[in-house]
C-alpha cells in the first residue's frame, strides 16, 4: 500500500529537549516536505526537499532542522524545542507526474 | 504575495441539501489548485487538481471548478459521511517544486 508514516504519532516533551520526529514514504518520491498546521494559520510549509541531499527551507524554518540522506526518509529535528512549536506536524511527499501530495497521518507535539 | 482564503469557515448542512465553497486565491502564475479533504485527527486527503480557468473534475458527490481568481468546490446531495475539512491550495509556477500555499479551510457537517 502507498503510504507515507510518521513516527512518533504524538509526543508531549519538554523545552530543549532534542527530538526527531521521522516520516518515511514507500512511493520512490523525489519531492518531500513539512508542514506544520496551527488553528487560524492552516498549513505552513517548513523545509523541502526535492531529492537526496537537496533540502531548503518553506516559510516557517526556525527552529527546525531536516536531512535528506536517503529517498524514503525525510526526518524533521527539533535541536532545542519550545512552547510554540506546539503543533501538528505533517509530512509529504510528491509524485511529479501527477502532481498528487500524499500526506502522512501527523505527529502532535506538545512543548512544555 | 500569494493568498488563499476559503469561505465560509463553518458550513452546516442537512443531507441532501447541496451547496457550495469558495476559494479565492491570489499568485504570481498559477501553476495548479489542489483541493484535500481532512477528517480530524488526519492527513488532507488528496481530492482534486485543476490546473486552467474553466476546468471542472468530478468525484461521487463533489464537483470542484476554477475561475482566474477563485474555485469552488460544490456538493450535491451530501450525505453525514462528507462531513470533514475542505482545503484548498495553490502552487506557483516555478515555486519550488511542489509548495503548496493553503487556506485555512471550510468545515462541512452534514446532519441526518
Known amino acids: 500500500e502507498a503510504q507515507v508514516t510518521q513516527n512518533p504519532r504524538y509526543l508531549i516533551t519538554v523545552t530543549g529537549k532534542k527530538l526527531t520526529v521521522t516520516c518515511s514514504q514507500n512511493m520512490n518520491h523525489e519531492y518531500m516536505s513539512w508542514y506544520r498546521q496551527d488553528p487560524g494559520l492552516g498549513l505552513r510549509q517548513i523545509y523541502y526537499?526535492?531529492?537526496?541531499?537537496?533540502?531548503d527551507k518553506g516559510d516557517v524554518p526556525e527552529g527546525y532542522k531536516v536531512s535528506r540522506k536517503e529517498k524514503r526518509n525525510f526526518p524533521l529535528i527539533l535541536e532545542s524545542p519550545s512552547p510554540n512549536q506546539t503543533s501538528l506536524y505533517f509530512c509529504?511527499?510528491?509524485?511529479?507526474?501527477?502532481?498528487?501530495?500524499?500526506f502522512g497521518p501527523g505527529t502532535r507535539l506538545t512543548v512544555l | 504575495e500569494d493568498q488563499v482564503t476559503q469561505s465560509p469557515e463553518a458550513l452546516r448542512l442537512q443531507e441532501g441539501e447541496s451547496s457550495s465553497l469558495n476559494c479565492s486565491y491570489t499568485?504570481?502564475?498559477?501553476?495548479?489548485l489542489f483541493w484535500y479533504r481532512q477528517d480530524p485527527g488526519k492527513g488532507p486527503e488528496f481530492l482534486f487538481t485543476?490546473?486552467?480557468a474553466g476546468e471542472e473534475k468530478e468525484k461521487e458527490r463533489l464537483k470542484a471548478t476554477l475561475t482566474k481568481k477563485e474555485s469552488f468546490l460544490h456538493i450535491t446531495a451530501p450525505k453525514p459521511e462528507d462531513s470533514a475539512t475542505y482545503l484548498c491550495a495553490v502552487q506557483a509556477h516555478g515555486n519550488q517544486g511542489g509548495k503548496l500555499i493553503f487556506g485555512q479551510g471550510t468545515e462541512l457537517s452534514v446532519k441526518p
Open positions: 526537499s526535492m531529492n537526496v541531499e537537496v533540502t
Open positions: 509529504a511527499s510528491l509524485a511529479y507526474h501527477t502532481d498528487t501530495q500524499y
Open positions: 499568485v504570481s502564475g498559477l501553476r495548479g
Open positions: 485543476l490546473y486552467s
